[in-house]
């Protein structure tokens, strides 16, 4: 069964501190791994999108990256902001591309960032 | 223009009325998607359209009715729901052919109440 595993499920941390969200992935075939951002009662925002031959790839303060060996992935945030309290979102596309490719979603990581 | 917009913000109908949702994209994205998110829950898929025409399914109740009538936009004509419906209803599109990820843009969603 295709399932997409993240940890922790919640996490609190102080402005201008580093935190790191960790996602656990089995699902065949392995397309694609990206990470979104959910602002509550908005839609997602693509962060970082993988192949199995990426390690790592960054989008500003936002750096991913998966190990397609242990099929584990992580999100690690540099020196927080306020807005960066949001559900953050790993999702795996599933398939051999195409519009039929199915995305398996996370339950998310709800970050709060306190000042 | 790089982004999805959906209308309404926000809709609250009762469980006979007939109401729609709209969603629109000027990217020429050629797959857009229908998804329903409950809180703190991850989307789930409901419809793919793919060149204007229903691709996935995924086994949604028929109270749901998907409707592409050209290659931008999206509607979702809803009629005798439940309570149970109530959610924010995204939607999503994407390039399946150009783009080698597929990447999904999601809109802000619309959140739906049904007394």
């Known amino acids: 069964k295709n399932q997409v595993e993240q940890s922790p499920q919640s996490l609190i941390i102080l402005e201008g501190k580093n935190c790191t969200l960790q996602c656990n992935y089995t699902v065949s075939p392995f397309s694609n791994l990206r990470w979104y951002k959910q602002d509550t009662g908005r839609g997602p925002v693509s962060l970082t999108i993988m192949t199995f031959s990426e390690n790592t790839k960054s989008n500003g303060r936002y750096t991913a990256t998966l190990d397609a060996d242990t099929k584990q992935s992580s999100l690690h945030i540099t020196a927080s902001q306020l807005s960066d309290s949001a559900s953050y979102i790993c999702v795996v596309s599933a398939g051999y591309g195409g519009a039929t490719n199915k995305l398996i979603f996370g339950t998310g990581t709800l970050l709060a960032v306190q000042p | 223009d790089t982004e999805v917009t959906q209308t309404p913000k926000h809709l609250v109908m009762g469980m006979t009325n007939k109401k729609s949702l709209k969603c629109e994209q000027h990217?020429?994205?050629?797959?857009m998607y229908w998804y329903k998110q409950k809180a703190k829950k991850p989307p789930e898929l409901m419809f793919v359209?793919?060149?204007?025409?229903?691709?996935i399914n995924e086994s949604v109740p028929s109270r749901f009715s998907p409707e592409c009538p050209n290659s931008s936009l999206l509607n979702l004509h809803l009629h005798a729901l439940q309570p149970e419906d109530s959610a924010l209803y995204l939607c999503a599109s994407s390039d399946p052919v150009r783009a080698s990820y597929n990447e999904q843009f999601f809109g802000p969603g619309t959140r739906l109440t049904v007394l």
């Open positions: 990217m020429g994205h050629r797959a």
């Open positions: 359209y793919s060149y204007e025409k229903l691709s």
